[in-house]
């Protein structure tokens, strides 16, 4: 099964690691992003950003999916593997292997996502596995 549809980012909470000099910095951002589409529900997401500049990072991040993915219900935990550049972020998402609960058990899930404007992003999904 394929998906897609558009989160929203409802909370982003950043905070400085390491600021190396001007713009150079890792930060932690813990972030809440509700999903509308084929994904219903609430994620989680706690990112390590790689700052370049404060136009340009990259980021890694696992983020605790709870909600609805083609009409089943439960949790599921992402790693996600993206970049960002000149004001669009954009990732790879997998899900991590035995961290799906519920009817999500089993699921074997991975995607993209690439943001828009107004904390807003489009997402799309492969879905395999407990079909």
């Known amino acids: 099964m394929n998906g897609e549809g558009i989160f929203t980012i409802t909370q982003w ?6 600021e ?24 989680h997401v706690e990112f390590i950003m790689s700052y370049k500049s404060g136009i340009s990072a990259c980021f890694v991040g696992f983020e605790e999916f709870i909600g609805v993915i083609d009409g089943r219900r439960g949790t ?3 790693k996600h593997d993206g ?28 995607g993209h996502f690439t ?17």
Request: with cysteine.
């Open 115 to 131: 943001s828009s404007e107004s904390g807003k992003a489009n997402y799309s999904f492969t879905k395999q596995g407990n079909e």
């Open 76 to 78: 599921v935990t992402f």
């Open 13 to 18: 909470n950043e905070e400085i690691i390491k």
């Open 20 to 43: 190396k000099c001007e713009q150079v910095k890792t930060v932690h951002a813990s972030v809440v992003q509700a999903y509308e589409g084929d994904m219903k529900g609430e994620g």
């Open 83 to 110: 970049s960002f550049k000149c004001g669009v972020a954009s990732s790879t998402f997998t899900a991590v292997t035995e961290t799906a609960t519920g009817e999500l058990s089993g699921v074997n899930l991975s």
